[in-house]
T-cell receptor, first 112, second 112 residues
Framework: GENVEQHPSTLSVQEGDSAVIKCTYSDSASNYFPWYKQELGKRPQLIIDIRSNVGEKKDQRIAVTLNKTAKHFSLHITETQPEDSAVYFCAASPGNTGKLIFGQGTTLQVKP | DGGITQSPKYLFRKEGQNVTLSCEQNLNHDAMYWYRQDPGQGLRLIYYSQIVNDFQKGDIAEGYSVSREKKESFPLTVTSAQKNPTAFYLC???????????FGSGTRLTVV
């Protein structure tokens, strides 16, 4: 089955710097790759997603890139702010099953 | 709660007891999912259902059971066979199998 590896597990940056979180997946049939942000004590919320027919997608300060050949995708946050501090999860959806397989999560700390 | 409601928020279970976690959505979503979240392990899929009266096991289904008698409801029973049930349980739904999830606010289960 699908396996998703996420790195790093923790990431600390200064406010205004960029942050990059990387994920690799194992199932070449996976075709949907969302990213979720989970603030302390709250539910995960979808922040951006990308499908396998697209290489890059941007939404203001957030971007996601996908390399299908290498089977990895990355989340890029520019001009980080303290409110970006949270746990971020990547996920992959194998085929048309609808289920998402999540990475282990990255705790991002943005220092003022 | 964004259209998907989990109850209770906190639940305490004695050894050998079965407990049922509720998940209700009014989003008219076809697919529903149950995940377990443990520190440092991301979200692991327990069960999922793509349509009413049908559901499939996820990666960690042992010791759990579900039903999907109504489109709006997908309750999860944690049985006494689940040896380490203490965790945060998240329910999610999606319009269909190729979209991102909407998560509930979660139930924190503790064995006492």
């Amino acid at each position: 089955g699908e396996n998703v590896e996420q790195h790093p597990s923790t990431l600390s940056v200064q406010e205004g710097d960029s942050a990059v979180i990387k994920c690799t997946y194992s199932d070449s049939a996976s075709n949907y790759f969302p990213w979720y942000k989970q603030e302390l004590g709250k539910r995960p919320q979808l922040i951006i997603d990308i499908r396998s027919n697209v290489g890059e997608k941007k939404d203001q300060r957030i971007a996601v890139t996908l390399n299908k050949t290498a089977k990895h995708f990355s989340l890029h946050i520019t001009e980080t702010q303290p409110e970006d501090s949270a746990v971020y999860f990547c996920a992959a959806s194998p085929g048309n099953t609808g289920k998402l397989i999540f990475g282990q999560g990255t705790t991002l700390q943005v220092k003022p | 709660d964004g259209g998907i409601t989990q109850s209770p928020k906190y639940l305490f279970r004695k050894e050998g007891q079965n407990v049922t976690l509720s998940c209700e959505q009014n989003l008219n979503h076809d697919a529903m999912y149950w995940y377990r979240q443990d520190p440092g392990q991301g979200l692991r899929l327990i069960y999922y259902s793509q349509i009413v009266n049908d559901f499939q096991k996820g990666d960690i289904a042992e010791g759990y059971s579900v039903s999907r008698e109504k489109k709006e409801s997908f309750p999860l029973t944690v049985t006494s066979a689940q040896k380490n049930p203490t965790a945060f349980y998240l329910c999610a739904s999606s319009i269909h199998t190729r979209d991102g999830y909407t998560f509930g606010s979660g139930t924190r289960l503790t064995v006492v």
